[in-house]
């Protein structure tokens, strides 16, 4: 077997998970090659050293840190608590209606039509307005006229004279 | 009660990782905001510990993929190496803490995922079915990388101590 082929094998034949065929070929192949019975040596060396690296402790500050982590996502949370209130929720709606009305007509390609149509339709709504004043004028002019006929009349009738005499 | 329990094994892993110690406290500080933050998510029927390692393992990749620590140097071992009294004499312990030294710095040659399956295997000590779960990968891809990871480590213990010694 090619050194390439017991390279595969080291790490298995270390932690003994060959089959008797492989784990066979693996120490025959080691007695006679120097470069890969080195090369086990060092993975061996590898392994031991791994499993003996330090733990550190945690320090203090960092303890305190940890701990207060809850306590911050909690101030965090309770400071963005009055955007979910449903008493809000109408304000949101409408601010959302007039944000996408608002941004239609920005985007809107033909932002120009739009607007002359805008211009139009205020144009006709003043006009309207001006003819209602107008007429509303007339119908005052005329009542003053008719006022002194109006109350001779009601002078006039037989119940008010009845009363006087 | 989650920092008294999981804090240690957190903060080791991502010094071991990222080999830096500073780096590490950010990283610990991060991986609890995003436990916090996932804690609704957790399937009570999953052990808590896999699911925490999962998260870690997550966020560590992330941040090695967005920040590229293989660039940086790692922290001197020997600052924070506690010189083992199980040695039958002193000239053995200077001899392995000088290859814990050069495997602790030839993890920068690792790949991320590598270092990841090796620290998982090697350092905490996990079973292989175990670190499949954690990363996600299929058993005979984590032997693999475990297997490739050690190659890699002693070939560059092999590499470094035959510089030494002029070879």
Redesign the interface.
């Known amino acids: 077997m090619v050194c390439k082929g017991i390279?595969?094998l080291?790490?298995?034949y270390?932690e003994d998970e060959l089959n008797p065929e492989e784990k066979l070929a693996v120490e025959e192949h080691l007695k006679t090659c120097q470069i890969c019975a080195?090369?086990f040596s060092?993975?061996k060396?590898?392994?031991e050293?791994?499993?003996?690296?330090?733990?550190?402790?945690?320090?203090e500050n960092?303890?305190n840190?940890?701990?207060s982590?809850?306590s911050k996502?909690k101030r965090f949370k309770l400071s963005l608590d009055f955007l979910v209130r449903p008493s809000l929720q109408p304000i949101f709606t409408a601010a959302t209606i007039l944000l996408i009305m608002i941004s239609f007509y920005i985007f809107h390609p033909n932002k120009n039509l739009i607007d002359k149509s805008i211009d139009r339709q205020i144009h006709l709504g003043f006009s309207k307005i001006g003819r209602l004043y107008a007429k509303a004028e007339s119908f005052t002019d005329s009542l003053a006229e008719y006022k002194d006929n109006i109350l001779v009349s009601i002078k006039n009738v037989k119940f008010f004279r009845e009363n006087e005499e | 009660m989650l920092?008294n329990a999981y804090?240690?094994r957190t903060?080791?892993m991502a010094?071991?990782f990222s080999g830096s110690?500073e780096e590490a406290?950010d990283l610990?500080?991060e991986i609890?905001?995003k436990l916090?933050?996932s804690l609704s998510k957790y399937n009570f029927e999953k052990n808590f510990s896999a699911w925490l390692l999962t998260l870690t393992r997550n966020h560590l990749i992330d941040q090695y993929r967005k920040t590229k620590w293989e660039k940086k140097i790692r922290d001197d071992f020997n600052e924070?190496?506690?010189v083992?009294d199980t040695f039958t004499s002193p000239e053995e312990g200077i001899l392995?803490e000088e290859?814990?030294k050069l495997?602790?710095e030839g993890f920068n040659h690792l790949s991320s995922e590598i270092r990841m399956a090796?620290i998982l295997r090697?350092?905490q000590?996990k079973r292989y079915d175990e670190i499949a779960e954690i990363m996600s990968l299929p058993l005979g891809t984590v032997?693999s990388r475990?297997?490739r990871g050690?190659?890699q480590?002693?070939?560059i213990?092999?590499e470094k101590?035959e510089d030494k010694n002029g070879m």
């Open positions: 390279e595969e080291l790490s298995p270390l080195d090369l060092f993975m060396e590898t392994k050293s791994l499993a003996d690296f330090p733990e550190l402790e945690v320090n960092l303890i840190q940890l701990y982590i809850p996502k | 920092v804090s240690k903060f080791n010094f071991q110690y406290e610990t500080q609890f905001l916090y933050n924070y190496s506690l083992s392995k290859s814990k495997i602790w090796v090697d350092i000590g032997k475990v297997n050690r190659l480590l002693a070939k213990l092999k101590k």
